[in-house]
């Protein structure tokens, strides 16, 4: 009789719900990642002394396209990149320890990420692509640097809705009705960069 009352107490109102404990509460999932990073010093010196100020330049232009649902490939027109920040950084040994790291590691479906250091990515130069895809990094000196950007974009396309079938004597037939989607994408683009020598332009894909 007494539960047959809280519960009619409860269900009125009377008594809000939260405020009765349970015996036993299931605990939250937690966000299971996995996060990596490299297992070398970062010589801070020798990346400030590659940022440095020289007389070279590098041009480039951002861009992806878009991939083809049935093979998973890179198809089509460019999809340029506007007005996204290009990162540019010096690839010193512990870049490249992270690099290698990354290809042996990394696995966004599983949550698993590499990392630059906190102190590593300081050590950066950025640029913002104008509505063509392009963008320039100026007084750059004689080194081998890695540029990246995140390039966002929305692929729309048609499919064929099923809505029913009528039949006639024998006969039957479907009905379907053509319906748009939209799926919105986000591509890394990435490219290694060599400047050779002072004064020099060097043109970069970024893609």
């Not at 330049?57 to 198809?75: Q, R």
């Amino acid at each position: 009789m007494k539960n047959t009352l809280l519960t009619l107490m409860i269900a009125a109102g009377t008594i809000s719900p939260v405020a009765v404990a349970a015996q036993y509460k299931e605990p939250e999932k937690k966000d299971k990642q996995e996060i990596f990073y490299p297992q070398v010093s970062f010589d801070s010196l020798q990346a400030k002394k590659m940022l440095a100020r020289g007389s070279a330049t590098i041009k480039g232009v951002a861009f992806t396209k878009a991939k083809d649902k049935n093979w998973g490939l890179k198809m089509g027109k460019r999809i340029l990149a506007n007005q996204i920040r290009v990162v540019l950084l010096p690839v010193t040994p512990y870049f490249n320890a992270w690099y290698q790291l990354r290809k042996e590691k990394e696995n966004t479906r599983k949550r698993r990420y590499v990392y630059l250091s906190n102190e590593a990515y300081r050590y950066r130069l950025e640029a913002i692509t104008n509505s063509s895809g392009e963008f320039t990094f100026p007084e750059m000196k004689p080194g081998t640097y890695f540029l990246q950007g995140f390039l966002p974009y929305t692929q729309n396309g048609y499919y064929h809705e099923y809505t029913g079938a009528a039949y006639n004597g024998y006969n039957r037939t479907n009905y379907y009705e053509l319906k748009q989607y939209s799926v919105n994408h986000e591509d890394r683009i990435e490219a290694f960069v060599e400047v050779k020598e002072n004064g020099e332009i060097v043109n970069v894909k970024l893609h």
